[in-house]
Structures are given as structure tokens and as C-alpha cells.
């Protein structure tokens, strides 16, 4: 296998595969690290399943050296490859509706890309995936003392806080509010309130979860909820106190 010195790291794009691994983007071509040499720097072999010998030494960040592809360039697979990378990342790191992230990383995408493309639903799964191995393993309290809000469910998505009140672990009736002041404010403008108070989904170390709705656009929506083991008699007297 033979090596020639090139120059081309003013184009070269780094994605993350499926499994995490690093892919590096050159001249059309895909690469995925094969090794790491004893003189600091690494190599990399072609991704095409089809026996290529192709091989780029890079040093620094910087690519030295490359050998002969059996193939020719594929840019258009390539940027399909950041676009799924795109939707990955989106899916980790944001909140957008699954139809939301598809599009915005789509946007803009050439004739001949598009058909590298996964199908649209293909793309739906593999966000639910990426955000399900996203989720933290929260452990299950067994009685009320054991509650403690993580930090990262402590806020909404825009920053406000989420927990307005909690009675505190040493309350054996303990009650736990969540909304934020906004909604708090929405309720307070609004003059039809939709009270309900449900069991079925109440977590079993409580007795209900109580919501508040109010009319927007004539639309019930929900803005406050109160996880509770006390019972429905119980709660205005709380709810007044609070």
C-alpha cells in the first residue's frame, strides 16, 4: 500500500456515526479510525464495505498522508452522512417534535443528496432511539422521604423553575406543586378554571395527582399539577395555605 502526502484539511468535516465513533469527511470520501501509530499520529480506513484498501495518516488534526481508493468520491453520500449526523445530534440535545428536526436538518439539501437519505419514518425512529438512551436513570423512591427533584427536571426547557412548593421529605403527608409563575399568572387572568383530581396515574407512593386547567384559545390546557397523599378534602385547605 502506497502513500502520498496531500493537502486538502481545508475541507475536512468531522460527524459522529451511529455508535459515537467518530467519521471523518475528505474529498468525498468517508473515514473511520483503524489505529493509532507509535509516532502520536492515526490512521484511518475507508467505510465502504466493498474490500477498498483506502487508508488517510493524520497528526494533529492535520491529514499527512493518504493511499488510492477502488472507488470513486462520493460527496453526495457524504453530506446525507452529515445530515443523518445533523438529526442525531438535534434529537440529543433538543426538544423539537421529531417531524420538527427531520426538517430543519433537511432544509436545503440537493436533488442529488436527497436519495441517500433515510425514509422519513426510518428518521422518526431513530430519534426516539437516540432519546431514549438519552434518559437518565433515575432511581424509583419507595416512600415519600426518598423524592428528590433532579436538577435537570427542576426547570422547564426555557429555564423557569417547575417546582413551586414542596412540603419536604420529613412531611409524611407530603404535598408537591409544579407549574411555573407564568401559568400561575395565566390562571389568575383567566376566569374559568377546570379542576381534577386522578388516581390511575397518580405514582403509587401518593394518593392523587390534583391539575388545574384554564380555557386559552378554547382550549382546555393544564397549568399547575400537585402530586399529593392526602385526601380531595384535604386540598383546599392546603392549596389556600400555599
Same mark, same amino acid.
Not at 427533584?149 to 417547575?162: A, K, M, S, W
Given at each position: 500500500?502506497q502513500f502520498?502526502n496531500? !493537502?486538502?484539511?481545508?475541507n475536512?468535516e468531522k460527524?459522529? !456515526?451511529?455508535?459515537g465513533? &467518530?467519521?471523518?469527511l475528505?474529498e468525498?470520501?468517508?473515514?473511520r479510525?483503524?489505529?493509532a ?8 480506513r475507508?467505510c465502504?464495505?466493498d ?6 495518516k493524520?497528526?494533529?488534526d492535520?491529514?499527512v498522508s !493518504?493511499s488510492e481508493?477502488?472507488?470513486? =468520491?462520493? =460527496?453526495?453520500k457524504?453530506?446525507?452522512?452529515k445530515v443523518?449526523?445533523a438529526?442525531?445530534k438535534?434529537?440529543?440535545?433538543g426538544?423539537?417534535?421529531? *417531524?420538527?428536526?427531520?426538517q430543519?436538518? @433537511?432544509a436545503?439539501? !440537493?436533488?442529488?443528496v436527497?436519495?441517500?437519505l ?6 422518526? @425512529?431513530?430519534i426516539?432511539?437516540? *432519546?431514549k438512551?438519552n434518559q437518565?436513570?433515575?432511581p424509583t423512591?419507595?416512600?415519600v422521604?426518598e423524592?428528590t427533584?433532579p436538577? =435537570?427536571?427542576q &426547570?422547564t &426547557?426555557?429555564?423557569?423553575? %417547575? ?6 421529605p &420529613?412531611d ?5 406543586m409544579?407549574g411555573?409563575?407564568?401559568n400561575i399568572? *395565566?390562571?389568575?387572568?383567566n376566569e374559568h378554571? %377546570?379542576?381534577?383530581?386522578t388516581? @390511575?396515574v397518580?405514582?403509587?407512593? %401518593?394518593?392523587?395527582?390534583?391539575t388545574l386547567?384554564?380555557l ?8 399547575f399539577?400537585?402530586?399529593?397523599r392526602?385526601k380531595?378534602?384535604q386540598?383546599?385547605?392546603?392549596f389556600?395555605?400555599?
Amino acid at each position: 500500500m502506497q502513500f502520498e502526502n496531500i !493537502s486538502c484539511t481545508s475541507n475536512m468535516e468531522k460527524i459522529e !456515526s451511529q455508535k459515537g465513533k &467518530t467519521i471523518i469527511l475528505v474529498e468525498g470520501y468517508r473515514y473511520r479510525k483503524d489505529r493509532a501509530n507509535a509516532d502520536g499520529s492515526t490512521t484511518w480506513r475507508c467505510c465502504k464495505k466493498d474490500g477498498c484498501r483506502g487508508r488517510m495518516k493524520m497528526l494533529n488534526d492535520h491529514v499527512v498522508s !493518504s493511499s488510492e481508493h477502488n472507488h470513486a =468520491p462520493d =460527496p453526495a453520500k457524504n453530506e446525507a452522512a452529515k445530515v443523518v449526523s445533523a438529526i442525531r445530534k438535534r434529537a440529543a440535545e433538543g426538544v423539537e417534535k421529531p *417531524r420538527q428536526v427531520i426538517q430543519q436538518a @433537511r432544509a436545503g439539501i !440537493s436533488m442529488e443528496v436527497a436519495p441517500h437519505l433515510p425514509a422519513y419514518v426510518a428518521s422518526q @425512529r431513530a430519534i426516539e432511539r437516540q *432519546r431514549k438512551r438519552n434518559q437518565l436513570p433515575y432511581p424509583t423512591p419507595q416512600n415519600v422521604a426518598e423524592i428528590t427533584v433532579p436538577e =435537570p427536571l427542576q &426547570t422547564t &426547557t426555557r429555564g423557569d423553575n %417547575f417546582v413551586l412548593w414542596d412540603s419536604g421529605p &420529613t412531611d409524611v403527608y407530603r404535598m408537591m406543586m409544579f407549574g411555573t409563575m407564568e401559568n400561575i399568572n *395565566r390562571l389568575q387572568r383567566n376566569e374559568h378554571w %377546570f379542576v381534577d383530581g386522578t388516581f @390511575r396515574v397518580a405514582p403509587a407512593i %401518593f394518593y392523587q395527582v390534583f391539575t388545574l386547567h384554564a380555557l386559552i384559545d378554547t382550549r382546555q390546557c393544564p397549568w399547575f399539577i400537585a402530586s399529593s397523599r392526602i385526601k380531595p378534602k384535604q386540598h383546599i385547605s392546603e392549596f389556600s395555605r400555599n
